[in-house]
């Protein structure tokens, strides 16, 4: 109980704090509460990193879904780097999906992303069914424009039966958005969750392309609701704070101070 | 203690002003209960939240009310006499401030001889400076503060705060800026930064950071009125050309970096026809 309290107060910090310094944070939490740090790893996420699988020549993302140790699973070749032979490996049949949703996530990505864009997909066994994690990172620099921009999106699925032949799903998406350009950094998570009940599954690939089509209305959403929020609700409360131009109903006695 | 320990306690602490002073206006309340709650009732944190509390109102100019008005006043540096005792030029009052509590226990009108020295001057630039904040910032206090500058001469330091926190609406935002103006005869220097910090937590954690910083030369004759006028106009051009080019940045931003990163649709104007994209994939 004490412990739920403590991991709670943790992730009330860690969305009170900079996204852009999650890094720092994590760390921090962790300093203060060791005892806590699988949780705080498995609950704070930290930017998507890349590494290679050497042995296909091919990146992954890699994030505590793919860890064991201090190694991390390749979606690939099914490998661990750097290499690690008692880390754990999906069943076949988990696999199986894995691969199939490896594959449809990179043709989703390179119709959304276009070049640049990185996914990879893991599943593991829950204790009700089933459960993945779809990961999707962008970068955008450009010299020429002084921006920069890193878009990462998290979903996470539970696939649990219900009744015969039919499944339901639950998604929670987090998009994290870090955007720069000179004097202005914004930087956030956004979490939204979706479920579909009572979805007919006749094969690996219906729960993957129901998987897809959740990913994609999702981040479509969310990609709405972020345009809202970064360059609407934040632009509002910048002019809410200081106006440009003079108020109105100002007090007539006021000092003047406009230009003459 | 050991070096080790000692080494360790340090860290401890400044973790824990690390989270302080990070906190977004209005919630270092409940950054620190969550800091509390976290390190446990085994560990007295109290004594940090005095010390890290001090440096937060101070860094933020904290906006506290005056004890049975509504009128606002300044916790800056640049006003404090102790940790306790801060000057309110403006109400010419010494207020007694709880950094913990974040509260005026006190005040206390200064007398003849504790006014602020040349305080002809500031007064002037304090009318002035009331007239801008008055017209741009629907929730701004602000304060002028007789100061030196770094060579020993006569200074004035101009703080404004509009901070609004609207938890209910799920987001606060502050507005802050800090200029030192030089009272030197001829050109007066008068340095300026200025900062936005805004956070919106619904669903989620997005933070706002913006900041910049200005050096103005401004001529400084006898006549008091036309310079501490000039000087406000200059700091008024200022901060609404930063209040531009934060808006247009968000402009840009969402024109160019936005939209590389994940667009709307595919090329084909339509979401994915997901059997057939099933199907490429196997033909492959």
Known sequence: MAENKRMAACLDITRRMNPAEVEQTQG??????????????????LPLQLETDTSVGRSFIISDYNRDGDSYRSPHSNKYFPPYAEGALPSAELRQLETEANE???????????????????????????????????????????QQ???NSIHIFKITPFGTGKFNFTLTTTVSLQLGIDILNLAGNLVRKAERKSVRIQSGSDKVRTMGQMIEESENKMRAHIETVYF????????????????????????????? | MSDEQIDEETDFQETIGRFILASPPGEENDVFHSLE??????????????????????????????????????????????????LDPKGSRLLTFDHVSQKVTETRELSEDELPPHDAIRKVMEKYVDGYV?????????????????DGGEALVICINSTIVK?????????????????????????????????????????????????????????????????????MEHESKFQMSVDDSFLRLSETSFKQLRMQLPRSKTTINWETLQFQGKIQ
């Open chain 2, 167 to 235: 938890p209910t609406s799920m987001w606060g935002g502050r507005f802050k800026s800090t200029w030192v103006v030089e009272l030197k005869p001829g050109n007066a220097t008068v340095n300026g930064q200025y900062e936005f910090f805004t956070h919106f937590f619904e669903a989620g954690n997005v933070h706002l950071h913006s900041q910049d910083t200005a050096e103005l030369s401004i001529p400084h004759g006898d006549d008091n009125e036309a310079f501490c006028k000039a000087v406000v106009v200059k700091i």
């Open chain 1, 232 to 260: 609407g609700r934040l632009k509002g409360i910048v002019s809410d704070l200081r106006s440009v131009t003079e108020l109105k109903n100002l007090p007539s006695n006021r000092m003047v101070i406009a230009p003459n």
């Open chain 2, 134 to 150: 008055l017209a741009h910032f629907p929730q701004g206090v602000s304060a002028v503060y007789a100061s030196n500058s770094p």
């Open chain 1, 149 to 151: 921009g890193t878009w």
């Open chain 1, 28 to 45: 921090d939490l962790i300093f203060l509460a060791e005892d806590l740090t699988g949780q705080i790893l498995a609950n704070v996420d």
């Open chain 2, 37 to 86: 709650t976290i390190v446990g009732p085994s560990k007295d944190i109290s004594g940090l939240k005095e010390t890290y509390f001090h440096q937060l109102n101070s860094e933020q100019l904290f906006v506290a009310t005056i004890p049975g008005t509504s009128e606002k006043c300044l916790i800056a540096p640049f006003g404090e006499i102790d940790e306790t005792h801060y």
């Open chain 1, 104 to 146: 449809l996530m990179a043709k989703y990505v390179e119709l959304y992303y276009e070049k640049g864009g990185e996914s990879s997909a893991y599943f593991w066994d829950s204790s009700d069914g089933v459960a993945a994690a779809v990961l999707i990172k962008k970068e955008y620099n450009s010299k020429e424009t002084g």
